[in-house]
């Protein structure tokens, strides 16, 4: 779990993203739903299709008139309403909050608004890296790399696991020409990402640390339940 005081340059909004992030996730495995492999990254749909088997339904007689006068219908639809807003805002009643709007995985992220919940926890941790990178350097974090690169690249891995990965070879010798294509491979895929030029996408660039977080473990499951 990535707590938002770990991270003291993000805004206010993206920490209470975070905190519902994390209280969510506190929820869902209280209740068994993660953790234990309760969870599994890209379940396939037809695997589950081919253990649903079709029922028959019955033609039932509605117990109920189905005609009703326009001042029933009123309060039906209100207290319809009512009950919608109660579960969406997820806040004091414990309900968990669901998103109204759908990401589009198509699209290249520019604000981290634009990323899942799984993505944000990325970029979190990437910021923090920055955060650290700067106060070393002391340089300002826009000289280190943008928010928008930092969105992009998270996408850009999240839909293509090749995308700038990085094979080691097991120390053969005759492997040294397969990995220098490699690194200029992985060069040309971090020049894609905007924002980031031929020094930070050199071996050794902050291009190449922001992959060596992309590639940790916690970030891989991650992108994997994306």
């Given at each position: 779990?990535?707590m938002?005081?770990?991270n003291?340059?993000l805004?206010p909004y993206?920490?209470?993203?975070?905190?519902?992030i994390?209280?969510?996730?506190e929820?869902l495995r209280?209740?068994?739903l993660?953790?234990?492999?309760a969870?599994?990254?890209?379940?396939?749909?037809?695997?589950?299709?081919?253990?649903?088997t079709p029922?028959k339904?019955?033609?039932?007689?509605?117990?109920?008139p189905?005609?009703s006068?326009k001042r029933?219908k009123?309060l039906?639809d209100?207290?319809?309403?009512?009950?919608?807003?109660?579960t969406d805002s997820g806040g004091e009643?414990?309900?968990i909050?669901?998103p109204?709007?759908?990401v589009n995985y198509?699209a290249?992220?520019?604000?981290?608004?634009?990323l899942?919940?799984?993505?944000f926890q990325v970029?979190?941790?990437?910021?923090?890296w920055?955060?650290r990178?700067?106060n070393e350097?002391?340089?300002?974090p826009?000289?280190?790399?943008q928010?928008?690169?930092?969105?992009?690249?998270?996408?850009?891995?999240?839909?293509?696991?090749?995308?700038?990965s990085r094979q080691?070879?097991e120390g053969?010798?005759k492997q040294?020409n397969a990995?220098?294509n490699e690194?200029?491979?992985v060069?040309?895929?971090?020049l894609?990402?905007w924002g980031i030029?031929?020094?930070?996408a050199?071996e050794?660039?902050?291009?190449w640390?922001?992959?060596d977080?992309?590639?940790s473990?916690?970030?891989?499951?991650?992108?994997e339940l994306?």
């Open positions: 779990m990535i938002a005081s770990d003291n340059d805004s993206e920490a209470a993203r975070l905190e519902r994390n209280r969510n996730e929820r209280s209740l068994g993660i953790g234990n492999n969870l599994k990254p890209h379940a396939t749909k037809s695997n589950q299709r081919a253990k649903v029922r339904r019955r033609k039932q007689t509605p117990s109920v189905t005609r006068s029933l009123e039906k209100g207290a319809i309403q009512e009950d919608t807003t109660d009643n414990g309900t909050s669901i109204e709007e759908k198509s290249i992220p520019q604000e981290p608004d634009q899942d919940d799984n993505e970029y979190v941790t990437i910021r923090a920055r955060l990178r700067k350097l002391e340089v300002e826009y000289k280190i790399c928010n928008r690169t930092l969105c992009e690249l998270i996408r850009r891995r999240r839909n293509g696991a090749r995308f700038a080691k070879g053969d010798k040294t990995e220098n690194e200029a491979a060069e040309r895929d971090l894609s990402v030029g031929p020094s930070k050199a050794g660039g902050f291009g640390e922001m992959l977080i992309l590639d473990e916690e970030t891989v499951k991650l992108l994306s």
